[in-house]
């Protein structure tokens, strides 16, 4: 996947703590409403309902270097950075306009209804690309 | 005001708990986005740097009938019930497609800096019509 | 029960906004908790995994007279104000010392796994008085 | 500091998702609480009112490894791993009795009220030791 998946997020009242600025753990929230878009909710519910197959974050990091404010609509930039059987890793930046908030990278595996590993799910791996 | 602002939200994981269904609490978020939208988010901010003028909720007031889950796309249908020089109260009911789930009454208030209570801006009740 | 159940809640960053005040919607998640150290969490625990029975808010209520503040100890006094087979209405304020901050009013009841309406449990019931 | 400071944690509905498990971004928000009172509240309260010094997460990486559930209560156990005049590194394991749950490391800086980096209070490095 060569282009960015964007998902936008208005910035409320909710995101921000009393230092004006989004709360950070705020962060991972977008980047999660991003990668269900990016994954398709309706097959993420299909597989939890019918095989019982839910996707876990199992790393994520973030490097914070400007802070959203209330009234912003920010960007989040998604790309697959690598792909293996059992984990996806995902490139999750944060922008406003051109200017580079937030750089976040969150690696995600799939457990069963017994949270044991299991292979990524073919459905979503060929909606990937 | 005789038809109802709709503010449509998607449910992600941070919206639900355990139970399966979304946390009660989050229905106060929705209401809140909803009327920042119906307000004006970029007027809610001038006047916030501006003149130091401020919306805070005085009461709200829900009842829970049905539970909205992972995936649904619900609407907020906002209207303003009430008004006065000093307060506004709103009629937020959430729905899924035609169904019920969720019916709340919030009643705001203007505050200034200091927290003291100021009259409604007229910029705001103009758009309210 | 004539004495209020005391739960203290420490507000941290992730409990205000950009106001500076604790953002509305998170005293109905002091007040669950309250409500949670009230009925017995190893209780509510059991209920739900043995029985499949689970506590739901079916109506809140609040009016907000004062906010708190990053760094507050606020307390949430919970009384049990009626009761019947199928609900209990707890009265839920918050106080910062002796300072009325918040009025609330919440109303539970019983649902099984398919959340059909039960009888409230009677281990729950008796812990209440 | 050789000896992890200890805050603990009760998992209430407000902090699981519909897996059934903590949501992975509020590990976050304990993260921040255990800091809070390792730094101080009091002295965080007061730097900012009235020197209009606050930290601010630069960086924060975690590794899930197990979920924590409704009911349990963690412990999040933390150490300075490294400081300079600019930051402290903080490393943040959560724990469910001897079970490690959540690996953790966060990065921190301080700002002034125009967001610019400032060194770090000595009053906050003096009570770390």
Redesign the interface.
């Known amino acids: 996947m060569t282009e960015a998946h964007v998902h936008r997020v208005?910035i409320?009242?909710?995101d921000?703590?009393?230092?004006?600025?989004v709360?950070?753990?705020?962060y991972?929230?977008y980047f999660?409403?991003a990668r269900?878009h990016l994954l398709g909710?309706?097959e993420?519910?299909r597989l939890?309902e019918e095989e019982g197959v839910?996707f876990?974050?199992?790393?994520?990091?973030?490097?914070?270097k400007r802070?959203a404010?209330?009234?912003d609509t920010i960007e989040i930039r998604t790309q697959v950075k690598s792909e293996s059987d059992y984990r996806i890793v995902f490139s999750q930046n944060v922008f406003r306009g051109e200017e580079l908030l937030v750089e976040g990278q969150v690696e995600m595996v799939c457990v069963d209804a017994t949270?044991k590993l299991v292979k990524l799910p073919v459905s979503v791996l060929e909606r990937l690309g």
Do not use: I, P, W
């Open positions: 208005q409320y009242y909710e921000t703590d009393h230092s004006g600025l709360y950070h753990a705020n991972l929230k999660e409403r269900e909710v309706e993420l519910v939890l839910g876990v974050v199992y790393k994520a990091a973030m490097t914070f802070g404010v209330f009234g949270t």
